[in-house]
């Protein structure tokens, strides 16, 4: 059974997470600003965090923030502002997926589903592989990413896709197949979130980022030059 953390000021969402996620057979665990969140999270372990990002006392990117220094577990944000820029940062703190209230309480729960599914998919259970290329180090198994012998910091999202990149060079991948494989077949987000992800990506490679590359009306290929 899954441990979630519901963690907004409203006492009404809460509530009907709440209700929605323990008739999926979830535990939930609620507290209502960002301060109790990271509290709660360097105390327990969750599988998954439902996380506001207007709040009291502590904003939910400042909390994010603070649980990802310690923290992998996968994140749910939820916000009244679908402005792009709020979905890009949200991105870049490590967050998993991004729900602009109001929200439909099934499809949340579909996206909970989702997201607990990826994540389950550990490369721990592969054969340990490394690809290098220049200057570029990739450890699968590991999950360490260097650019010319410094690691770089990326999001679980960005780590995901270059792993499936990688492993698939040489091959067009199409942007559904890419959606499909990375994000799941009941994926329920936009589908330009792969796009935010791949500038995030290209920003952290570098001037590695020659290896993506761009088909046009079909997707993309990590390409060795």
Do not use: Q
């Amino acid at each position: 059974m899954y441990n979630i953390l519901v963690v907004d000021d409203e006492e009404k969402i809460r509530t009907v997470i709440r209700k929605y996620a323990e008739f999926e057979g979830y535990n939930i665990k609620e507290v209502s600003n960002g301060l109790e969140a990271v509290k709660e999270c360097t105390m327990n372990d969750y599988d998954l965090i439902i996380l506001d990002i207007m709040m009291p006392e502590l904003d939910g990117f400042s909390a994010c923030r603070k649980i990802r220094e310690t923290k992998d577990t996968p994140i749910i944000m939820l916000s009244a502002r679908g402005e792009e820029y709020d979905k890009i940062h949200g991105f870049e703190l490590g967050i998993d997926d991004y729900v602009v209230k109001p929200f439909s309480p099934r499809e949340l729960m579909m996206r909970v589903k989702a997201v607990l599914s990826r994540h389950n998919l550990n490369v721990k259970d592969k054969e340990h592989e490394v690809y290098d290329i220049e200057g570029l180090h990739i450890d699968f198994t590991g999950r360490i990413v260097m650019v010319d012998g410094k690691t770089v910091n990326m999001t679980p999202k960005e780590y995901d896709l270059l792993f499936y990149l990688a492993l698939n060079r040489g091959i067009a991948l199409t942007r559904e197949k890419i959606i499909n494989d990375v994000w799941g077949y009941d994926y329920y987000g936009d589908d330009r979130t792969l796009d935010t992800h791949i500038k995030l990506l290209r920003s952290s490679l570098g001037k590695y980022r020659k290896y993506l590359v761009t088909l046009r009306g079909v997707g993309y290929r990590f390409e060795e030059k």
